[in-house]
């Protein structure tokens, strides 16, 4: 398997735009998570999908972002507009939940954010 | 609540042991162990679910003491590629995937 796919991997952009991150999970899959993690406040989850459906949205930090998954090879974390703090790298995970296993998470190699 | 990693930093020489201990307010239901390298993606070492039970992986191992709400990770005869940042990710009851992860262990082996 090609493992999760995001794209950018590298994005620069000016205070004000809009930026969306896009993420293609391991086939199979059907938990979704989008991280953030920076040197201030470490790898944070700021929401996660089952089964396409949104789960828990409680780390996403504002009404600037917003995340959706319209089928289950595809998801997208927009902000809009975009602001300097934002500046992060975004890692998408994705994990297949088998009942009474474990059910490691797999991360995609990250986009890294800068917002000038 | 975030778990708290202890040591923050580690230096070792090849062949020598660490120990990263993992700590919690909550009550947990599992741990999970990553391990990332600078500019990489984490990538998952171990899961250890409530019972005590200790998991291995090559020459890493890990513990957990639910009562305790504490998990170790324990690296033996350490490798130059054992080098990076260790996290681990606390999952409290059975809310499945809220994974919380602790600000992270620097372990360095040097030749």
């Known amino acids: 398997d090609a493992g999760v796919i995001q794209s950018p991997r590298h994005e620069v952009t000016e205070m004000g735009q809009e930026v969306t991150l896009r993420c293609k999970p391991i086939?199979?899959?059907?938990?979704l998570f989008w991280y953030r993690q920076t040197m201030m406040r470490g790898l944070e989850l700021l929401i996660y999908f089952n089964n396409n459906v949104p789960i828990d949205d409680s780390g996403m930090p504002e009404d600037r972002f917003s995340a959706k998954m319209p089928n289950a090879s595809f998801s997208t974390l927009k902000i809009q507009p975009s602001e300097p703090r934002d500046s992060a790298v975004y890692f998408c995970a994705s994990s297949q939940h088998r009942q009474g296993a474990s059910y490691e998470q797999y991360f995609g190699p990250g986009t890294r954010l800068t917002v000038t | 609540q975030q778990p708290v990693q202890s040591p923050q930093a580690v230096i070792l020489r090849e062949g020598e042991d660490a120990v990263i201990n993992c700590s919690s307010s909550k009550a947990l239901y599992s741990v999970h162990w990553y391990r990332q390298k600078h500019g990489e993606a984490p990538v998952f070492l171990m899961i250890?679910?409530?019972?005590?039970e200790q998991k291995g992986h090559d020459k890493i191992s890990a513990s957990f003491n639910e009562k305790k709400q504490q998990s170790s990770l324990y690296l033996t005869a350490s490798q130059l590629s054992y080098s990076g940042t260790y996290f681990c990710?606390?999952?409290?009851?059975?809310?499945?995937?809220?994974?919380?992860f602790g600000q992270g262990t620097i372990l360095t082996v040097h030749p």
């Open positions: 086939s199979g899959h059907d938990y």
């Open positions: 990710g606390t999952l409290g009851g059975t809310s499945y995937g809220k994974l919380t």
């Open positions: 250890l679910l409530k019972g005590g």
